[in-house]
Nanobody
Framework: VQLQASGGGLVQAGGSLRLSCAVT????????MAWYRQAPGKQRELVAL???????NYRDSVKGRFTISRDNAKNTIYLETNSLNAEDTAVYYC??????????????WGQGTQVTVSS
C-alpha cells in the first residue's frame, strides 16, 4: 500500500492550492483519511480529517478556508486550500487508515508535498 501526495507549490498570500493524495495497492477498505502538516521547527499537526461517510473536522486555524473531501471510488482524498497565509507554509502529509487484502490494518503516510506561501 502506498500513498502519493501531490499539488503543493509556491503561492502568494491569499492564493489557493488543491492537494491530492491517492492510495494504491492491495486494499480491502480505507477508513479515516487525513491531512497533516509540519512547519520547520514545529511538530506535525492535524489539519483535517474525513471519515468513510464524509464527516469531517478541521483545526481551528483553517476552518472556513480549507475543505477536505474524498473520492472513495478512486481511493483519493483532496484538500482545497484557500486564503492561504504565511502560517500555512509547511510540508503537507496525507494519512490513511487502511485494511489491506489480507485483513491487516495499518496507518500509512504519504511522502509529503511542500506548500510555501509568500507574503
Amino acid at each position: 500500500v502506498q500513498l502519493q501526495a501531490s499539488g503543493g507549490g509556491l503561492v502568494q498570500a491569499g492564493g489557493s492550492l488543491r492537494l491530492s493524495c491517492a492510495v494504491t495497492g492491495s486494499i480491502r477498505k480505507i477508513d479515516n483519511m487525513a491531512w497533516y502538516r509540519q512547519a520547520p521547527g514545529k511538530q506535525r499537526e492535524l489539519v483535517a480529517l474525513i471519515t468513510t461517510s464524509g464527516a469531517s473536522n478541521y483545526r481551528d486555524s483553517v476552518k472556513g478556508r480549507f475543505t477536505i473531501s474524498r473520492d472513495n471510488a478512486k481511493n483519493t482524498i483532496y484538500l482545497e486550500t484557500n486564503s492561504l497565509n504565511a502560517e500555512d507554509t509547511a510540508v503537507y502529509y496525507c494519512n490513511a487508515d487502511v485494511v489491506d487484502s489480507r485483513g491487516r490494518r495499518q496507518i500509512y503516510w504519504g511522502q509529503g508535498t511542500q506548500v510555501t506561501v509568500s507574503s
